[in-house]
Each structure stands twice: as C-alpha cells, then as structure tokens.
C-alpha cells in the first residue's frame, strides 16, 4: 500500500497527526488530507472530537507538562479498542 495516497490518510496516520491537526502545525497538504479522512471515517472524527475536548479540559485544569501523557493514555485506548474490532 502506498502511504502517499492521492485522497485520503490512513486511520493510523490521523492518531499520529491529531495533535499536530489540533495545534493547526500541520502542513496544508496534510491538513487537507487528514480532513478529507474525517468526512468518510467515522471513528477518526469521534477520535478529533474526543482529543480536542481532552485537550481544552485539560488546558483549563492542568499545566501543559500533564496534557501529552493523557494523550498517550487516550491514543492507547484508542488503538486498543481499535485492535479489538480487527481481531
Ligand atoms: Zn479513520
């Protein structure tokens, strides 16, 4: 498979890219990419909405230093569930 689809990304590569889409670092071409993948994929849309409202809660209650381990947490149980529905 090659990764540099003409269209879309690959649902891996949205949990890679999602706090780079969120802090709106992302280059254009991929922020084009990655938001053309959230209009037919579901589950990465859900996965945006819950890691943008992680980070907003977090940003209010927390130093900046805590929020990138929630992140992890949160990716994990992603993938997990994710690896779930695979098996
Ligand atoms: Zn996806």
């Known amino acids: 498979v090659n990764a540099r689809g003409p269209a879309t990304l690959e649902c891996r ?3 890679k890219l999602v706090t780079e889409y ?10 084009a990419r990655l938001e053309q993948h959230l209009l037919v ?9 819950q890691v943008r409202a992680t980070v907003s809660h977090l940003s209010q209650l ?3 230093s805590e929020v990138g381990p929630a992140l992890v947490e949160l ?7 994710r690896d779930d529905e695979d098996a």
């Not at 969120?22 to 922020?31: G, H, I, K, Q, S």
């Not at 990716?75 to 569930?81: G, S, T």
């Open 62 to 64: 927390r130093t900046s």
């Open 41 to 49: 994929c579901p589950p990465c849309t859900m996965h945006v909405a």
């Open 75 to 81: 990716f994990r149980k992603w993938k997990e569930k």
């Open 13 to 15: 590569e949205v949990v």
């Open 22 to 31: 969120l802090e709106a670092t992302l280059p254009p071409e991929d922020r």
